[in-house]
């Protein structure tokens, strides 16, 4: 199983950004997603999280301006960033809980490479 995310780049502040998170692989189903960063020197963070049934939780930093969807047919996770700040330059993470054909009891959690997201004027 693989989670490839891209979407990342530079942006100047107010400006918008769509990241994707794909996963790949022998997937029976995929339970929650979400999307975390990391900045320089601080700790890792969630962002945004979506069950497989749609319900999601933001981030009291994002909430009004990031939305967090996904697409179960595809398998893809989206994350569309609105207003950027320069305070929301970081790594970005998608992490996704997966289900692999039989092993229908137990989720594990794939993480994705990775995309930088980088707010400067």
């Known amino acids: 199983v693989q989670l490839q995310a891209c979407g990342g780049g530079l942006v100047q502040p107010g400006g918008s950004l769509r990241l994707s998170c794909a996963a790949s692989?022998?997937?029976?189903?995929?339970?929650?997603m979400g999307w975390y960063r990391q900045a320089p020197g601080k700790q890792r963070e969630s962002v945004a999280t979506?069950?497989?049934?749609?319900?999601?939780n933001y981030a009291d930093s994002v909430k009004g301006r990031f939305t967090i969807s996904r697409d179960n047919a595809k398998n893809t996770l989206y994350l569309r960033m609105d207003s950027l700040k320069v305070e929301d330059t970081a790594v970005y993470y998608c992490?996704?809980?997966?289900?692999?054909?039989?092993?229908?009891?137990?989720?594990?959690?794939?993480w994705g490479q990775g995309t930088q997201v980088t707010v400067s004027s």
């Open positions: 992490k996704a809980a997966i289900i692999r054909p039989g092993d229908y009891y137990r989720a594990v959690d794939y």
């Open positions: 979506i069950t497989s049934g749609g319900k999601t």
């Open positions: 692989g022998s997937i029976f189903s995929i339970n929650g």
